[in-house]
């Protein structure tokens, strides 16, 4: 079943289109606003679906030029409906809406999370062995899950109680001058830094559960930049990577120790520190490894499209008076 995939749940617009043999990509277009959005510091919601009402036919005629297809070519459609911003959420439910409308296709609404979870899938590996433990961690997410089968069930065995680790990185960037986005920025910096110079906190310290905190680091950011007026920027966002490195997969490796598999997905998986490391520890506790690729990392509609794919295969489908939702707990998934 070829699919078509829409993200347009936050600040990204993308089409994808998945063949039938489930991981070859035929197109992958994505479309980033940072530069839009970098005057602000931060995303508008408003801006983002504006932006997005704009570009979504220039887009989609871009996916299917790639993939060298028509429209009618396509035997169903998949859109991300939540988690995210209800406005951005909406400009790509709508148009797949009229899309199914036009062409008579089947279509679905996919979780953004779980589009996540399959993003390993779309590469020459094919599917994921299960059970696995995943590591989902991105800029609004954070999230150690269970995944017990393809699809669900889904059982979150930690989470942040606070920022995700992608908002820790944003925010104590804008906190040391590197603007938006900050994460990119940190771990561009963090290559050139000596780690061991400053000393960050242990995170959730002594505390004997999978959850994740960065309030606090946040914090210790702020007194440090407050405090010292020569903080060798370099030096401080190597350690700083460093430190939410070292929380994210002392966790993550524990919780895989059950399924001795392990998959990081999620746009901070593209993290060089997080990659690099993620290897070397899970090769030295005997647990199996799966990364995405940088591209399959942050949000794209392939990953959409092969959610939908494997749902739409078994019969489901959304009805037209699908509505977006800005919160959706992933383990009610079935």
Avoid at 218 to 240: I, P, Q
Wanted: net charge neutral; hydrophobic share 40%.
């Amino acid at each position: 079943m070829r699919v078509l995939g829409i993200e347009s749940s936050c600040d990204e617009l993308s089409f994808g289109i998945v063949e039938p043999d489930e991981h070859t990509v035929s197109a992958n277009v994505v479309h980033s606003q940072i530069d839009l959005h970098r005057r602000f510091g931060g995303i508008v919601p408003e801006v983002a679906s504006r932006d997005h009402v704009r570009r979504l036919e220039v887009l989609l005629q871009e996916a299917l030029d790639t993939a060298s297809c028509e429209l009618e070519a396509v035997d169903g459609l998949a859109v991300t409906c939540g988690p995210g911003l209800v406005g951005s959420l909406l400009c790509g439910i709508e148009f797949a809406k009229g899309l199914a409308l036009a062409t008579k296709r089947p279509f679905l609404g996919v979780h953004h999370l779980e589009g996540h979870l399959c993003a390993p899938e779309l590469e020459s590996e094919g599917s994921l062995g299960t059970p696995f433990t995943c590591l989902l961690v991105s800029g609004g997410h954070t999230q150690i899950v269970h995944v017990e089968a393809p699809g669900g069930p889904y059982r979150i065995l930690g989470r942040s109680r606070d920022d995700a680790a992608g908002e820790a990185f944003d925010k104590s960037a804008k906190l040391l001058g590197l603007g938006y986005p900050g994460g990119p920025a940190i771990d561009r910096l963090a290559e050139e830094g000596d780690p061991d110079r400053y000393d960050f906190p242990t995170m959730m310290a002594g505390k004997d559960n999978l959850d994740f905190s960065f309030s606090g680091l946040k914090t210790h950011v702020r007194r440090r930049v407050e405090e010292s007026a020569d903080l060798d920027l370099a030096d401080f966002c190597a350690g700083l990577r460093r430190a939410i490195v070292d929380n994210l997969l002392r966790k993550a490796l524990r919780a895989a120790r059950e399924t001795r598999a392990l998959v990081i997905v999620g746009g901070v998986a593209a993290n060089r520190l997080l990659r690099s490391e993620a290897t070397r520890r899970s090769n030295a506790a005997g647990i199996a490894l799966r990364l995405p690729s940088k591209d399959f990392c942050t949000d794209n509609g392939a990953m959409i499209a092969r959610a939908g794919q494997r749902r739409l295969m078994r019969g489901q489908r959304s009805s037209f008076g699908l509505d977006p939702r800005a919160r959706w707990p992933l383990e009610t998934l079935r």
